[in-house]
Structures are given as C-alpha cells and as structure tokens.
C-alpha cells in the first residue's frame, strides 16, 4: 500500500513523549540523526524527522537555536527537494522558525538564525516560482515571517542579490522582493543613512528606471520611505 503524506498543523503538533529520543540525547538527536534521517531514500522517514524539527521549533527553540548552524544546510535541501511532500513539509518549517517570536525575537537567537537566513531565503526565493501553488504559497508565506519578524541585514542582502538582482532576470521575482525588501527596511533600518539605507537607494534608483511593473513599486517605495522618515 503506498504511503501518503499527512500535513499536521501547527495547532496539531503534540510535544515529544517523556521516553522519545530527544530528551535522552538533545544534541545528537538533532545533529547526527537528522543528518541521517533527513538524507534518507525512504520519503516518509525524512517528513517524519521534517515534523520533529517543527515540535523542537514549537516546544524546545532554544534546543533549535543552539544546533540551527547545523541544521540549516539540511532544512535548504529538504525545501530543495523534487519531491513536493518532503519540499513542502520543509517550506512549513521554515514558516513557523521565521514566525516563532521565541526564536526571533531572541537577540541571542536571532544571531546564529544568521545562519539559516543565508541557507534559506534563496530557496525560498526560488520556491515562489514553482508551479504548484500549495509549494509556492508556503514559500511567499515563509519570506514574509522571515521579513516581518529577522529584519537582520543578511535579510536584506540575499533579497537584493538573490532576489531583486537575480540571475535568470525574472520580473515576477524581483517584484517580490521589492516589496520584500521594504518591508524588511522598514522594520529593522533606523532613518539615518546606513549601509541598509544605501542599499536601498541604490535598488529604488534601479527600480525607477527599470520596467514599468517595477518602477510602479519602487515608486511605491519611495512614498513609504518618505512616510517612515516623516515618522
């Protein structure tokens, strides 16, 4: 009988068993065993070990954010993934660690999540372009937690250099990162002239003499910005 992907909501998501695994050897749990069971042939493995780094996000964010440098590399392949149950599984963990304000909203986490911005948001980026909706929905979902609430500057810069300069020139993505990116601004940039706010300039001065999709946004842009300043 062939095995189907069941999806567990957030809500849905129960805290390990007192006897699991994972409260016997934390470390090792999320460094060597998921380094094997995320890599594995056996699709369903690799969800089940995607879902128990979705409890570890919900339940033990700072066991998560101790191991993150570890983990991100393997969490970019998983959303990499051709297949789409184990990409979008991944696509959902990454929404909930850019959403979880215990993660985030934790200096001290918000430093190694570093790691994770410069291994996830450019696929993320790549995966709002994919085909299949439910995969490119959780992927615009997931940047836009991961904007809203790690504005860090490593944010800024893969937007610009992964996104809005990207390489295939796509101007559905670099639309999306327009926005993206000022969102991103808006929410970490003090108004004093930074290198954010340099970079920021230099986007909007390319965005206006660019297409008309996307100078209409960067036009958009300025009038937020000229808003924040006035602020």
Not at 93 to 98: A, G, Q, R, S, V
Not at 103 to 117: D, P, R
Not at 142 to 148: G, H, I, R, W
Request: charge should be neutral; charged fraction near 25%; include cysteine.
């Amino acid at each position: 009988m062939a095995k189907v992907a069941t999806y567990t909501s957030y809500d849905e998501l129960a805290n390990f068993s007192e006897d699991h695994q994972f409260h016997q050897q934390k470390a090792s749990y999320l460094t060597q065993f998921m380094n094997v069971a995320l890599k594995d042939e056996d699709w369903s493995v690799a969800f089940k070990a995607i879902d128990d780094l979705r409890i570890t996000n919900k339940y033990h964010p700072a066991e998560l954010a101790e191991n993150i440098d570890y983990l991100a590399p393997l969490i970019k392949a998983a959303v990499d993934n051709l297949r789409s149950n184990i990409s979008k599984n991944a696509l959902t963990l990454c929404n909930e660690i850019y959403a979880n304000k215990s993660m985030t909203g934790e200096l001290k986490y918000a430093t190694q999540l570093k790691t994770f911005v410069r291994n996830t948001v450019p696929s993320l980026l790549q995966r709002t372009l994919a085909d299949k909706v439910f995969i490119n929905k959780e992927a615009k979902e997931a940047l836009s937690q991961c904007v809203k609430n790690l504005a860090v500057p490593e944010t800024l810069e893969v937007l610009s250099n992964e996104g809005l300069r990207n390489k295939q020139n796509n101007m559905k993505l670099t639309e999306l990162c327009y926005t993206m990116f000022l969102t991103a601004y808006c929410k970490a940039a003090p108004v004093e002239v930074t290198e954010s706010t340099i970079m920021l300039l230099q986007l909007l001065i390319e965005g206006i003499e660019s297409v008309p999709r996307i100078k209409k946004v960067s036009v958009d842009m300025l009038k937020s910005l000229k808003v924040r300043i006035e602020e």
